[in-house]
C-alpha cells in the first residue's frame, strides 16, 4: 500500500476499530472531542445540509486527517438525517460514539468522541453549541442553504468551545446548568444499522454517496472485510 492509501485505510477504522489485543496502546494526548457540526432537519426523502462544522484532529497523521473529516462528515448527515426533533441519541460503535441533538429550532447538532468521553458532557456540549448556534445565526437560515453556508460566520463561536470541551474533567463544570438535560431520553444505538433511515443499509449507502472518496469506499470495505487496516505500522 502507498502512504496515502494506508493513511485511508486506518482512517477508515474509526468505524471499524479490530479486537483490543489488535489495537496500539492508547496515547494520552488524543484528542477525546474531535468533530461537531450543525445540519438541517430535511424534509422526507432529503439529506441534510451541514451548515456548520468545526474539527480538531491533530491527534491523526497528516495524510489521514481529510479522510477522518471526511467519514465525520458522512456519518454525521446520516445519523441526523435518521434523528426526530426533540430527542437526543448516541450511536456507538466500538471506540467512538457519535452524539445527536435533533433541536427544535429546525437543526440538528452532532458530535464525534471516543468511548472515554462523558456521555452528559458530550450533550452539555451540542446543548451549548445548539444554543450558542440559534442567538448567533438561527434567525439567518436560509431558505435554500448550501453546504458549509455559515460556517465561516459560526466560526467564532464554534472553533473555540469545541476547543474548551477538549477536557471533559473542566467542561462537565460548564454543562452544570444543563441538568434538565437528564430528563429528556437518549436513545443508544448499539450498532450504525440502527441509527440510520430504517431499511438502509450502511455499505449501500457508503455506495451510493458522493462525498466519499472512491479510495475511502475501497478502504472502508476492505476494512470490513479484513478487520487490518488499524494495525499501525
Known amino acids: 500500500l502507498s502512504l496515502h492509501q494506508d493513511a485511508i485505510a486506518r482512517a477508515a477504522c474509526i468505524f471499524l476499530r479490530p479486537s483490543d489485543s489488535q489495537q496500539p496502546p492508547p496515547s494520552s494526548a488524543m484528542v477525546q472531542l474531535m468533530f461537531s457540526a450543525i445540519y438541517t432537519q430535511p424534509p422526507p426523502g432529503k439529506d441534510p445540509v451541514m451548515l456548520s462544522a468545526a474539527q480538531e484532529l491533530s491527534s491523526f497523521g497528516y495524510f489521514q486527517r481529510g479522510s477522518v473529516l471526511e467519514m465525520c462528515t458522512f456519518f454525521g448527515r446520516q445519523f441526523s438525517k435518521a434523528a426526530q426533533p426533540g430527542t437526543r441519541s448516541s450511536v456507538k460503535h466500538e471506540d467512538f460514539y457519535c452524539y445527536v441533538y435533533a433541536t427544535p429550532h429546525g437543526f440538528n447538532a452532532v458530535a464525534f468522541a471516543d468511548k472515554e468521553y462523558p456521555s452528559r458532557v458530550a450533550f452539555g456540549y451540542l446543548a451549548q453549541l445548539s444554543e450558542q448556534f440559534n442567538s448567533t445565526v438561527g434567525a439567518k437560515l436560509p431558505a435554500s442553504p ?88
Do not use: W
Open 146 to 233: 448550501e453546504e458549509h453556508c455559515l460556517t465561516a460566520a459560526f466560526k467564532p463561536q464554534h472553533e473555540p468551545l469545541l476547543a474548551k470541551f477538549q477536557d471533559p474533567a473542566s467542561a462537565d463544570q460548564l454543562t452544570a446548568i444543563m441538568r434538565q438535560l437528564d430528563e429528556t431520553k437518549v436513545i443508544l444505538h448499539e450498532t450504525i444499522e440502527s441509527a440510520v433511515e430504517r431499511g438502509q443499509k450502511i455499505d449501500t449507502l457508503i455506495e451510493k454517496s458522493n462525498e466519499l472518496s472512491g479510495s475511502s469506499k475501497m478502504f472502508y470495505k476492505t476494512a470490513r472485510k479484513q478487520n487490518r487496516c488499524c494495525k499501525l505500522m
